[in-house]
Nanobody
Framework: QVQLVESGGGLVQAGGSLRLACAAS????????MGWFRQAPGKEREFVAA????????AYSDAVKGRFTISRDNAKNTVYLQMDGLKPEDTAVYCC???????????????????WGQGTQVTVYS
């Protein structure tokens, strides 16, 4: 079992930055690819970013590419999401998730993730 706890969300003005963290416990995350998803009110959950087990490969949705950066520190059992150039449409609950699938082709689909955090709220105002 892997427990995931997100932190770092908050209220930020458009154009600002936030850094989310996802701390894992129970097992080492080095055997999992890790992803970030988000869900806005009234909308479906959507993929944001993912990173391979050792951090060699990353993937981003078109909506955040060039603005968000995913990284991980396996020694700290933590994954990060640096969000720059935030826009009001980035407002959502952001959740991290762990998948044993280290293939980029499947990272965008939530069904491949075994463990999920509760999420942290990000609100961007203009």
């Amino acid at each position: 079992q892997v427990q995931l706890v997100e932190s770092g969300g908050g209220l930020v003005q458009a154009g600002g930055s936030l850094r989310l963290a996802c701390a894992a416990s129970g097992r080492t995350i080095s055997t999992y690819a890790m992803g970030w998803f988000r869900q806005a009110p009234g909308k479906e959950r959507e993929f944001v970013a993912a990173i391979s087990r050792q951090g060699v490969s990353t993937a981003y949705s078109d909506a955040v590419k060039g603005r968000f950066t995913i990284s991980r520190d396996n020694a700290k059992n933590t994954v990060y999401l640096q969000m720059d150039g935030l826009k009001p449409e980035d407002t959502a609950v952001y959740c991290c998730a762990a998948t044993p699938q280290n293939y980029q082709a499947v990272w965008g689909s939530a069904i491949h993730y075994d463990y999920w955090g509760q999420g942290t709220q990000v609100t961007v105002y203009s």
